[in-house]
Structure formats: structure tokens, C-alpha cells
């Protein structure tokens, strides 16, 4: 069986449909995807409907929740100081966002679960109880068994962090392994390529072989249609898309 997830596509819809073209040639069995679907980019409407028509079960993400819960911006910024000069920029793309989102399309990413379980596998947007904070690729094997392991699960899989990994842990004290994978991001990556990103994951009776697939798309293209949104501080997710790595505002 062949299981992809998807995830953080912000609102990139030229990513997203380079991505679907993918997915055609790698046959996956399920699709699910893995939350920040609309935030932060140019075409935030079309990519939570493509998302809905095409019916992928998935999970909400922190940029999902401040759409619908404003809140929960403030909050995250309170345990995170060195957020702030990110703060009023990420406040008027959302509200932007928000507004062209619409009451129904905000309802549907409202009613999203935090986590999703599939046979051997469970996935999680950021870490299984919090939507705004998960380890880094350099976390250690402790870390990681520590964060994921609750799920009870042989493979955890979660996103929001941008860089993509695969990272296969003993956990000693249980004489038990642990499969810990990271989809990386359709948009906005930052691991200094700027192509899209998903998880592929094959799972046969005996082996479980994920894999990172990188996808071209038309970068241009997507930054072209930023120029012409109504998308504040576009030029700002212009930028951090053709350096594929973090940018201030």
C-alpha cells in the first residue's frame, strides 16, 4: 500500500497542482493531508476548495487555526518573543485571508481533527497536543520518541516545520522501533529548495519505506500571481519562496 500526505501548501495553488500531477505518476492508495492549507499565499479560496472537492481526509494546522480562532495567534506569540517582529505582518495576512476565505470555507477548516490514525500510521500537524510547536529535523532520537511515541503508533508523521525528514528510532526501553517522518511543506519550504514537498510512504507485510518527493513548479509563476493579490506583505512570501529559507518581513 501506498500512503502520501500533503501538507502545508499556504494558499499555493501552482505548487499544489504540480504536486496533484505527481501524485498521478506515484498512484498513492490514500492521500491525506497535513493542514495549513490556506494562509500566506496568493490563492487561499481555490486551494481549500481543490482540497474539499478532491476529498483527502487530513488534520488542522496552526495557520488553519488563527484563521478561524484569531486567538490563537496571540497566545503562541506570548510563549514566543521571538516572534514579534513577525507579529503584525502575520495579523494582516490573516485577516486578509480570513476575509476571503468566507464564514464556511473558516467552518470546514474549524471542524478539522487534530490528529488522523490509518492503520500503522498517525498523523499530526505540528506535535499530538499542540498545533504550534514540533521538533526540529535536529532533534535527537529522545526527543522525538518522547513527542511522538504517546501516539502508539509505528509511524508518526507530522508537518509545520518546513523541512522534510525520515528518521528511523529504537526505542530501547520497549525493545521496539519507531518510524518519525516530516512532510516538509507544497509552499514556503525552508530548507533552501524551493521545489514542493510531500512524504511518501510504501508499507508491504515485512517493510515500511517512506520517501520525500520533491516536485518543480512554476515559481514564477506563483510569484507573479502574488504581485497581483490583495495579499498583504506579498513580497515578503515572494521572497522567502525563491530563497527556501526563513525571511523577515
Avoid at 497542482?17 to 505527481?22: C, S, Y
Avoid at 509511524?155 to 518546513?162: L, N, T
Avoid at 530548507?191 to 511518501?200: E, K, P, T, V
Wanted: glycine share 6%.
Amino acid at each position: 500500500m501506498r500512503i502520501a500526505i500533503v501538507s502545508d501548501i499556504h494558499g499555493n495553488l501552482t505548487a499544489l497542482e504540480a504536486v496533484l500531477t505527481d501524485l498521478r505518476e506515484t498512484s498513492p492508495d490514500l492521500i491525506l493531508h497535513g493542514g495549513d492549507l490556506a494562509d500566506a499565499g496568493a490563492r487561499p479560496v481555490e486551494v481549500v476548495d481543490r482540497i474539499r472537492d478532491l476529498g483527502w481526509p487530513g488534520v488542522v494546522g496552526n495557520t488553519d487555526e488563527l484563521l478561524f480562532r484569531p486567538e490563537s495567534l496571540n497566545e503562541f506569540a506570548k510563549q514566543a518573543p521571538g516572534m514579534q517582529p513577525f507579529l503584525s505582518a502575520i495579523e494582516e495576512m490573516a485577516a486578509a485571508t480570513r476575509k476571503a476565505l468566507g464564514p464556511e470555507r473558516l467552518a470546514w477548516l474549524s471542524r478539522l481533527p487534530s490528529s488522523f490514525e490509518y492503520g500503522p500510521l498517525a498523523l499530526a500537524h505540528a506535535s499530538p497536543h499542540c498545533l504550534w510547536h514540533a521538533p526540529a529535523p535536529e532533534a535527537n532520537d529522545a526527543e522525538l520518541e518522547t513527542v511522538y511515541k504517546p501516539l502508539g503508533v509505528p509511524i508518526a508523521v507530522y508537518a509545520h516545520i518546513h523541512r522534510g525528514f525520515v528518521r528511523r528510532i529504537d526505542c530501547n526501553s520497549e525493545n521496539s522501533s519507531l518510524i518519525v517522518a516530516n512532510t516538509g511543506s507544497v509552499s514556503l519550504s525552508y530548507d533552501g529548495d524551493w521545489r514542493a514537498s510531500y512524504l511518501l510512504i510504501e508499507i508491504t507485510e515485512s517493510v515500511v519505506t517512506p520517501s520525500i518527493r520533491r516536485v518543480q513548479y512554476d515559481l514564477d509563476r506563483e510569484i507573479e500571481a502574488l504581485s497581483m493579490s490583495a495579499l498583504p506583505h506579498a513580497d515578503w512570501i515572494a521572497r522567502t519562496l525563491q530563497c527556501a529559507r526563513p525571511q523577515m518581513p
